[in-house]
């Protein structure tokens, strides 16, 4: 990995993403719309000579083609994420997640990469919500985008990262601190557990291994939302599913949450300490 580039590169995938790899490239860009974020990052990785900074939007093809200039591989990360947020914000989904899933297809190609992988989410699996549909649709953008004289283009697929920025767990913690209770849409929902060092070694291992057109899937137990409350030692409110939530989560057929491996209260407890 001589130079690479991650869009949505100061979240919490893209930091722990950097943190590994910064140490074995020549040049790292991190592109995306945070200047006050990318600040905090730099500062917390000591300022690295071989980091480069870019604020920029993945709507802005011209900006990507530019970042992108000299660069061998990319990892397409940047995405409006928040189902809620998409449910009345759809067009903002579309722009971003899908017209941003073309401009780095088109940049990638204009500046001569010569490997993309794209993260996507269980929720591109028969979507019921604004956001899956616009991540599946981002995933066919992606895998169509391979032929032979272009880069080589693939896609991983997971659930929500443990401890990713507004995910359940710092979200539920927040709220245990402010009142005490925590509101759950249904204790029997279940939800598949991925680290984000697990995220992290997917991603490596596509870009190692990357022939063009893979979706890549890992396999993941999961854990019943009133056993993570349980292990956390909230109190629950519960306030019902929504249409535009799935009481369970699929990565692809025969490979739900509702039928993997349940990881128990006592698992789950044990993992929160390193969350």
């Known amino acids: 990995m001589t130079s690479i580039l991650i869009t949505g590169g100061s979240g919490s995938f893209g930091t722990a993403f950097v943190t590994r790899i910064m140490n074995e490239c020549e040049r790292v860009c991190i592109y995306s719309r945070g200047e006050h974020r990318q600040a905090e990052m730099r500062a917390a990785l000591g300022n690295p000579e071989n980091c480069r900074w870019f604020v ?23 995405a409006l994420k928040r189902i809620e947020v998409g449910q009345y914000n759809p067009t903002e989904m579309v722009q971003t997640n899908i017209g941003g899933a073309i401009n780095v297809v088109e940049a990638a190609r204009d500046a001569g990469v010569h490997k993309v992988v794209a993260l996507s989410t269980d929720k591109a699996y028969r979507p019921v919500s604004p956001y899956g549909a616009s991540k599946a649709l981002a995933e066919s953008i992606f895998l169509a985008a391979n032929d032979e004289r272009g880069p080589r283009f693939a896609v991983t697929r997971y659930g929500n990262v443990a401890g990713s920025a507004g995910s359940v767990i710092p979200t539920w913690r927040r709220m245990m601190m402010e009142s005490g209770e925590v509101l759950v849409t249904d204790p029997s929902c279940t939800r598949f557990w991925m680290t984000i060092t697990e995220a992290v070694d997917l991603v490596c291992q596509t870009i190692n ?4 057109g893979e979706l890549r899937i890992p396999t993941l137990p999961a854990y019943r939302l009133g056993d993570l409350a349980e292990a956390m030692g909230a109190r629950m409110r519960v306030i019902g599913l929504p249409a535009y939530e799935k009481r369970h989560e699929c990565m692809q057929d025969g490979m739900c949450s509702s039928d993997a491996r349940r990881m128990s209260v006592d698992e789950l407890r044990e993992e929160l300490r390193n969350v």
């Open 56 to 78: 920029g939007d993945v709507r802005d093809r011209d900006r990507l083609r530019r970042a992108m200039t000299g660069v061998h591989v990319v990892i397409h990360a940047a």
């Open 209 to 212: 291994t990357i022939r063009g």
